[in-house]
Structures are given as structure tokens and as C-alpha cells.
């Protein structure tokens, strides 16, 4: 029998590595950052501190190859050392695995020329440059590519390029965006009237016009105005019409990425809610102790567990280079259900602590609401999935293909 659940013994010396290193540098740092305010200073001198450890160890760049100084991990060791580190907050921007840069490096890797890795990749891997993916735009639906309208006109050897942005995440403080714009008027298929470019940051044309509030608040998810930008030919990302494609190839690993992070955020709040119901007493016992509170962390576990093995298979699927369109939707639609479920479970055995700010749950609910539209909305994960089983019944006369193409 080829199933194996376990992980070699390097990979799991990397997570226990991962757990060492952000109990022994990542914790107290964040302790060190909270107890300043959040002060910009001490943020800054705490973050060079935790990549510097990071290299150290040897934890640095874990999804990238070695040539460009990462630890060569696939997607299935990969899962297990993200999940590991978004148990804190800092653990993967620690480890220069946090998006969007991981999910820029991946298409990066994939599409770029020798002169493009050389000028954006290799200083996204060292640590000196960070980026953003341009994509939404607030005139039209961001699930709906085809209807982008940020337009790129060639003029000789330059596109010169107007349009709109916004919700680009790291933008403030970015070295360069990959910007996707329409560039096709008369495409073979709608999905291919789009390009990617290289936009160096700052550039004239670019403006950041603010930081979009979020209901967390403000985390550098920027509107941006591009008016006149010209940018060289030479800066073109994949070929011409090839941005739906960039697009969709970018977002199954990084979407996958989000999961394993939004995993080790689910696991965090179902120890926490475990925790309390151990500590609190009420009405002649403890709160673990009643069945509607096992209920909460029964399902919380079950969907843990099967958020874990969709994410496996997923990577699993990526790494030995099958087909891994449905299982990432799947397990993108599911743990991002599951991260709010988890949550808001944990809130509610938490009581008005659970309601407050004493404990970082409500933050965490705030962060994670967004997991079930960006990346692909619930609802247009479902169509796909719901069209994929369709497909394969109506061929095959089964949907066994479209439910994971498991030998069961
Ligand atoms: C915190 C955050 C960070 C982000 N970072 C980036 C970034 O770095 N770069 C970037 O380009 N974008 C980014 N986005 C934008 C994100 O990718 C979009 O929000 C997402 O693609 C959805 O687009 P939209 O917001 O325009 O929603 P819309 O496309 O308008 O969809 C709204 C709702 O309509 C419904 N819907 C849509 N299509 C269908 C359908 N076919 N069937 C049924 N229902 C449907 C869904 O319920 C969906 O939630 C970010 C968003 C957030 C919140």
C-alpha cells in the first residue's frame, strides 16, 4: 500500500525546527511589539531581528529552491512548516513566506525571463525588496477577470497604461507590482485579453490615493490610480494575453499557501476554546465537561481534521505535478468556512472575554472573514467544483474524478 500519512524524518526535523525557533525568537518578539504599542520602531528593529534568526537557523525562504537561498520544500512539507508558523502572527513574514510576496516569487520562478529574476526575484528571496499583485478593481467584479478595464495601449517600444486598483496588499512600501491589465481587444476566449506586467515602484503614473480601512482596520490594502504609466516592453510578464493564465497558476499555490496559514490560525483558536472550557465553571461542572461545548470542539476537530487532509492532498497533488484544480478549491472553500466556524466558536465559549480585546480572538475573526471572497468567493469555488462534478459524471458516469480522484 503506497498511503502514507507520516513525514520523512528531514521534514519533520524542519517542523520541529519551526516550532523551536518561533517559541525561542518569534513569541518574544511579538511580546516585545505589543508591549510597545505596536511602535513603528521597535516593529522594525523586532522584524530584522526575527529574519536575521531566521537565516540562522536555517528557516529562511522554506517554499523556494536553494539557488535563490530557500530550503527547496514541496508543497506537502511546505503545508506543515506554514501551519506551524501562523500560530503567530509574525511567523511567516519571519521566515519571508508571507503573502503576496510567496505567491509573486512562485509565479516569478515560473514566468520570468533570466534579466526579470535577476532585477525582482532575487531581491524578493534576499529580503531586500517586497511586492504586490494588482488585480481588483473597484468599477468591476474582481471574480470576474475578463472584465477588467485597466487598459494597456502599445506605444512603440513601451505599453502605456491607465486604470484602477485597489485592496493591493503591500503596495505601501512595495518595490515592484506585477500589474494586471487588458491589453487584447478581440481575444480567441475572453480569458485571454489580459497581460502581466513589471511595474517598478515608485513609477510616475503609480499613486497610491490611500490605504483602504478595513473592518481590521488598516493593513496596507492600497487604491491605486494609474494614469500615463509607461512601462517597457521588456517588463511584460509571460506572453501577450497570458495574464488570465499567470492568474490562475499563481493563485493554486498561493491559495493553497492562505490554507495552510488559515490552519494553523483554526488549530490555535480550537486549543484556546479547549483551554477555557477546561478553566471555567458553571452551573455544577466545567465548561468541557457540557455536551453542547463538546459538540463545539467535536466539530471544530472533525473540520480541522478534514481541512488538514484536503490541504495534504492538495500539495500532494501540486507536488507530483497531477491535475490540482478542484482539490485547491475545495480546500480553499472549505478551511476558509471552517477558520470562521472555528473562531466564532471559540468566541462564543470565551463569553464576553471572547468578545473583547484581552485575548486575540476578535482579531482573529476580523482577519479571517475575508478568507471567503478574496482568492475566489465561496460561491464561484462551488460553481466550479459543482461544474467539475457535473462534468465528470455526465463523461465518466461517476464523479470520482471531480471528489479528489481517490482510489476509493
Ligand atoms: C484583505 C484583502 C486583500 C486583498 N488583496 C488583493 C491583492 O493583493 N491583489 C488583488 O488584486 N486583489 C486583492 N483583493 C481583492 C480580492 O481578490 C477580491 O475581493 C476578490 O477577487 C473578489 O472580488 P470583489 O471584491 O470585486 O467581489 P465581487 O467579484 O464583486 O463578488 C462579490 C460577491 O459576489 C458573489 N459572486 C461573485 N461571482 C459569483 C458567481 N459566479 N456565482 C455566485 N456568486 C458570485 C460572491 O458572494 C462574492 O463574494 C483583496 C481583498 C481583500 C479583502
Known amino acids: 500500500m503506497a498511503i502514507d500519512f507520516s513525514f520523512p524524518e528531514d521534514v519533520k526535523l524542519v517542523i520541529s525546527k519551526v516550532r523551536d525557533y518561533c517559541d525561542q525568537v518569534v513569541r518574544p518578539a511579538e511580546k516585545a511589539i505589543e508591549e510597545s504599542g505596536d511602535d513603528r520602531k521597535t516593529l522594525v528593529e523586532q522584524v530584522i531581528q526575527m529574519r536575521k534568526a531566521a537565516q540562522e537557523w536555517g528557516l529562511w525562504l522554506p517554499h523556494m529552491p536553494e539557488e535563490y537561498g530557500g530550503m527547496g520544500l514541496g508543497h506537502v512539507a511546505m503545508a506543515a512548516v506554514a501551519a506551524e508558523a501562523a500560530k503567530t502572527r509574525f511567523g511567516p513574514f519571519a521566515l519571508n513566506a508571507q503573502a503576496p510576496d510567496e505567491?509573486?516569487?512562485?509565479?516569478?520562478?515560473?514566468?520570468?525571463?533570466?534579466?526579470?529574476?535577476?532585477?525582482?526575484?532575487?531581491?524578493?528571496?534576499?529580503?531586500?525588496?517586497?511586492?504586490?499583485?494588482?488585480?481588483?478593481?473597484?468599477?468591476?467584479?474582481?471574480?470576474?477577470?475578463?472584465?477588467?478595464?485597466?487598459?494597456?495601449?502599445?506605444?512603440?517600444?513601451?505599453?502605456?497604461i491607465n486604470g484602477h486598483k485597489w485592496f493591493i496588499s503591500g503596495a505601501r512600501g512595495a518595490q515592484f507590482a506585477i500589474l494586471i491589465a487588458r491589453t487584447e481587444d478581440d481575444p480567441e476566449k475572453p480569458q485571454a485579453a489580459n497581460s502581466a506586467f513589471l511595474v517598478d515602484i515608485p513609477s510616475d503614473g503609480w499613486e497610491v490615493v490611500r490605504d483602504v480601512h478595513t473592518m481590521s482596520g488598516s493593513h496596507n490594502h492600497c487604491e491605486i490610480r494609474i494614469t500615463d504609466l509607461r512601462v517597457h516592453e521588456s517588463k511584460m510578464l509571460g506572453e501577450r494575453g497570458q495574464g488570465h493564465l499567470l492568474g490562475q497558476a499563481r493563485l493554486g499555490p498561493a491559495r493553497l499557501a492562505h490554507c495552510m496559514r488559515w490552519i494553523g490560525q483554526a488549530e490555535v483558536a480550537l486549543e484556546m476554546m479547549i483551554k477555557r472550557s477546561l478553566s471555567r465553571f458553571a452551573h455544577g461542572s466545567y465548561l468541557a465537561e457540557k455536551q453542547g461545548i463538546q459538540w463545539m470542539i467535536a466539530d471544530s476537530t472533525m473540520e480541522l481534521y478534514q481541512g488538514k487532509l484536503m490541504i495534504l492532498h492538495a500539495a500532494y497533488k501540486i507536488d507530483n505535478g497531477l491535475d490540482f484544480k478542484s482539490e485547491v478549491s475545495m480546500a480553499?472553500?472549505?478551511?476558509?468556512?471552517?477558520?470562521?466556524?472555528?473562531?466564532?466558536?471559540?468566541?462564543?465559549?470565551?463569553?464576553?472575554?471572547?468578545?473583547?480585546?484581552?485575548?486575540?480572538?476578535?482579531?482573529?475573526?476580523?482577519?479571517?472573514?475575508?478568507?471567503?471572497?478574496?482568492?475566489?468567493?465561496?460561491?464561484?469555488?462551488?460553481?466550479?467544483?459543482?461544474?467539475?462534478?457535473?462534468?465528470?459524471?455526465?463523461?465518466?458516469?461517476?464523479?470520482?474524478?471531480?471528489?479528489?480522484?481517490?482510489p476509493l
Not at 148 to 153: D, G, N, P, S
Not at 388 to 395: F, M, N, W
Request: aromatic share 8%.
Open 103 to 160: 505567491g509573486n516569487m512562485h509565479t516569478l520562478l515560473h514566468w520570468a525571463t533570466d534579466a526579470q529574476k535577476e532585477q525582482y526575484l532575487k531581491p524578493l528571496c534576499s529580503g531586500r525588496a517586497r511586492s504586490c499583485f494588482a488585480m481588483t478593481e473597484p468599477e468591476v467584479a474582481g471574480s470576474d477577470p475578463t472584465l477588467i478595464q485597466t487598459r494597456a495601449v502599445k506605444d512603440g517600444d513601451h505599453w502605456v
Open 332 to 406: 480553499k472553500h472549505f478551511v476558509a468556512q471552517s477558520l470562521n466556524r472555528i473562531i466564532d466558536r471559540a468566541i462564543q465559549v470565551h463569553g464576553a472575554l471572547g468578545y473583547s480585546q484581552d485575548t486575540p480572538l476578535a482579531q482573529m475573526a476580523l482577519h479571517a472573514r475575508w478568507a471567503r471572497f478574496a482568492d475566489g468567493a465561496d460561491e464561484v469555488h462551488q460553481w466550479r467544483i459543482a461544474q467539475r462534478a457535473i462534468e465528470a459524471y455526465s463523461k465518466t458516469g461517476s464523479v470520482g474524478t471531480a471528489a479528489g480522484d481517490l
